[in-house]
């Protein structure tokens, strides 16, 4: 059974003993349940300060250590640069981009898909660790 059901899977950004965002992630199910997605935001007045860049990372590492999760992906909406930067400085890839997958404001919007192997994370972990150490 692919569930930690005692580890959440949703967890709130708490400032000063304020939740000001979420993070969170859903495990895929059947031949994919080795699959989770992330999602995350931000309350506005608090952008540009890091957070996420600083929140993104202990979350892949919450997850790779707690689940039985082999790939980690986030979907990213064309055009919101911020949220592909905080993917691909916490190690993820650009995989695949879906053309005109969604809609928003009667427009079709392509979705950028962001992967993060179980593997990716181990070497990226030893490749910090390393780097520590010099
Ligand atoms: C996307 C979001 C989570 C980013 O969180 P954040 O804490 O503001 O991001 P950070 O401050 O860690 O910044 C991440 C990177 O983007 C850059 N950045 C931040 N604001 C920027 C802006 N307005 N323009 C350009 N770059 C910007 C930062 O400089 C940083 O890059 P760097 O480390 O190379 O300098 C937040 O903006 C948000 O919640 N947006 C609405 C919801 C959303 O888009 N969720 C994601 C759906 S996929």
Known sequence: MNRSYQQPVNLAIDIGGKAVGNVGFTIKED??????????WLGEAHWGQGIMTEVLPAMVNYIFVNFQVNRLF???LEGNK???????????????????????????????????LREEFVARQGSISMAGKQ
């Open 82 to 116: 911020v949220s592909m930067r905080v993917l691909e400085q916490a190690g993820f890839r650009a995989e695949a981009i879906l053309k005109k997958a969604a809609i928003k404001n009667n427009q079709y919007l392509d979705e950028h898909i962001f992967a993060l």
């Open 74 to 76: 986030g979907c990213v």
């Open 31 to 40: 031949i994919y349940r080795h699959n989770a997605e992330i999602g995350y």
